[in-house]
């Protein structure tokens, strides 16, 4: 999971949201809270976070198609149904982290803060699942190689909880999604990190600092998945004191 810039909300989503919230709080008072009826207008609005966050779920990184996919709920409408068409809320999500594994989880700090009925957030809610249009996710979670189960685990960086409750909640530890960044190091980083340290071991100034920075960029823009494992990867072969010795700097994606 990396940052992301939704950027500013689309035109239509004012209007939508005047009218769908009107529509569905009648709904809400007359028969309570009824997913089905939250309607698909909202279909353009997806599009466009998709492409802002360069085709990839929010939080898992995989790239994938937005048809067939969804439009996620950071706060999910089942427990805050006022904030269904609001742009901060919203993100695209793959349905394996949104659907199959979050759906209506919304972990607090304090259960007792949750907002009231049409409260705006935050008041005084800490929510302990990141929120990568408002934070930084790797300040939550690390990958770290495990040698006993051969794969690189999401963990909480630190000791930080909401990195736990995150992982826990989006099962971003999940076998599946585990054996494709294992697939992901073992084809696209490892090659790109042998070669780096044969030329570290040839002792070849120019040439490392040249095709670290080349592999680097590549493994860390926006467009390619996996980014937040991509930068733990090179950081756990490339620690920190041996980077400031090459004079090799490691961005955050
Ligand atoms: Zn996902």
Not at 138 to 144: C, E, G, M
């Amino acid at each position: 999971m990396i940052r992301i810039d939704r950027g500013p909300e689309p035109l239509e989503l004012p209007d939508v949201r005047r009218d769908e919230l009107e529509r569905f709080r009648a709904i809400v008072l007359t028969s309570g809270y009824d997913r089905n009826q939250l309607g698909t207008r909202y279909t353009a609005v997806k599009e466009a976070l998709w492409r802002r966050q360069e085709l990839k779920c929010c939080y898992c990184e995989k790239v994938c198609e937005n048809v067939g996919n969804d439009l996620e709920h950071y706060r999910p409408t089942s427990r805050y149904w006022w904030l269904a068409w609001t742009w901060e809320n919203l993100l695209f999500a793959c349905q394996n982290c949104n659907r199959w594994a979050k759906n209506d989880d919304f972990p607090l700090a304090d259960e007792k803060t949750r907002l009231k009925a049409e409260e705006s957030p935050p008041q005084g809610e800490q929510p302990q699942l990141v929120d990568p249009a408002t934070e930084d996710p790797l300040d939550s979670i690390q990958f770290v190689w495990d040698e006993a189960s051969d794969r690189w685990l999401p963990r909480p960086r630190g000791a930080s909880v909401k990195g736990a409750e995150t992982i826990r909640v989006l099962e971003l530890d999940r076998q599946a999604l585990l054996e494709l960044f294992q697939n992901y190091v073992r084809d696209y980083l490892m090659p790109d990190v042998n070669h780096l340290r044969e030329l570290m071991k040839n002792g070849n100034e120019h040439a490392v600092r040249d095709t670290w920075k080349r592999n680097v960029r590549r493994a860390l823009q926006r467009t390619m998945f996996y980014t937040a494992l991509a930068h733990d990867v090179f950081d756990h072969y490339f620690p920190e004191d041996e980077r400031r010795r090459w004079g090799l700097e490691l961005p955050r994606p």
